[in-house]
Structures are given as C-alpha cells and as structure tokens.
C-alpha cells in the first residue's frame, strides 16, 4: 500500500510568485486535506477537497486554491506569496470518516 | 471556539511513563486524535478515540477521554528513546471537514 507522498520536498520562492505544490493520495482514500505548519505551531486546515469538489475551508485568503484530479490526486496553488507564507505545507488523504494520513510535506521558503 | 490546548514540553526517564494532556473546547467533536512528528517528517497517527468512548488501549499507547471535562490524555508506557518527538493532540469537530490540532507537546528522554 502506498502512502501518501508530496512534491517537492523543498522550494524556495521570492515574495510575489505563485507556486503548486503536488500531492498522491493513499491508495484508495478519495478525500484529501491540506494544512499549512509553521515553525513551532501545529497544523492550520486549509481546505479540504472531496471527488474534486471543495468541502471545507479555514480561513485562508482566496490566493490559496486547490484542485482535486479523478485519480484523488492534488494541487495546492498559492498566489502572490508573502514572506509569511514559509512554512511546511502538509498533505493529508482519507477515506470518508477514516483518520487522515499525512505525506512528509513540502517546505516552502519565500526569500 | 475551536481551541486544542497543549503543554509545551514534557521530559521523562528512558523507561518510565509519558503521560501528555490536551483540552479542547468544541463539546460537537466526534474523534480525537494524537500524531507524532519526527524532526523534519510529516505526522504519523498514533491512536484515534470516538467521542462516545473513554478509554482506548494501544500496545504500549492508552488514551483517557473525559468528555465533560474535555480533556484528553495519552499514556506512553515503558519510554524509549525512540519516543522522543513532537505530539500532537487533535479534534475533528462534527460540523466540519477540519481537523483543529493543538500547538505540540516536545517530549524528550532521559537516560
């Protein structure tokens, strides 16, 4: 059974790019979450994406979006970044009412 | 509110029992749950507990729910060095898709 994986692992961007971050879910799970963890907190929910519709939002500015593919993968886009945007940025998938499983993250850094 | 509270820090003897405590304050959560983080991974489910239960033993791992006190436990028996990470309480509340984690207890062995 394959995990939940993330790409990249690293990236650095400069404040104002746009960048998409890439997440597999685990095999079989059609729902999945996204959070964002910055240095020393816990996890913040991002949204949450059920058989490619949205199904749930924190509260995140609309320049955070997502895509969910037929195949469960997805995207997180983040527009115009800010410095305050670094952070690891967590993947999470699911089965319905299943506990989510976590991917490794992709560690973003805006310089 | 949505609100999961956690000491920072807790620091045992390799062999001895961890105990680390979470409240929250969403009295609609359906599961509880606790993740650990190793430096620099994403998060690995622990344990889970339904908000109707209150107890939930794991191998080494038991978890103490207190539903009017809203507050939730977990017990690490026989500490290794192995153990020492990041923990992670969460709610998922029945209202919402999110899951609200608290900011992380630091646990770490001594020898």
């Known amino acids: 059974e394959t995990g939940v994986t993330q790409s990249p692992t690293h990236l650095i961007k400069t404040r104002g790019q746009q960048v998409t971050l890439r997440c597999s879910s685990q095999?079989?799970?059609?729902?999945v979450s996204w959070y964002q963890q910055a240095l020393g907190q816990g996890p913040q929910f991002i949204f949450q994406y059920y058989r490619e519709e949205e199904n749930g939002r924190g509260n995140f500015p609309p320049r955070f979006s997502g895509l969910q593919f037929p195949n469960y993968s997805s995207e997180l886009n983040v527009n115009a970044l800010e410095l305050d945007d670094s952070a690891l940025y967590l993947c999470?998938?699911?089965?319905?009412?299943?506990?989510?499983?976590f991917g490794d993250g992709t560690r973003l850094s805006i310089l | 509110g949505e609100d999961v509270e956690q000491s920072l820090f807790l620091s045992v003897r390799e062999g001895d029992s961890s105990v680390i405590n979470c409240t929250y304050t969403?009295?609609?959560?359906?599961?509880l749950y606790w993740y650990k983080q190793e430096p620099g991974a994403g998060l690995q489910l622990l344990t889970y507990?339904?908000?109707?239960?209150d107890m939930k033993q794991d191998q080494r791992l038991t978890v103490l729910l207190n539903k009017k006190d809203k507050h939730l436990s977990l017990r690490i028996a026989d500490t290794q060095t192995g153990d020492s990470a990041i923990y992670f309480c969460a709610e998922r509340v029945s209202s919402a898709s999110k899951i609200i984690f608290g900011s992380g207890t630091r646990l770490s062995i001594r020898p």
């Open positions: 095999s079989g799970h059609n729902t």
């Open positions: 507990i339904f908000s109707n239960m």
């Open positions: 969403d009295s609609s959560s359906t599961y």
């Open positions: 999470a998938s699911s089965d319905g009412n299943q506990p989510q499983h």
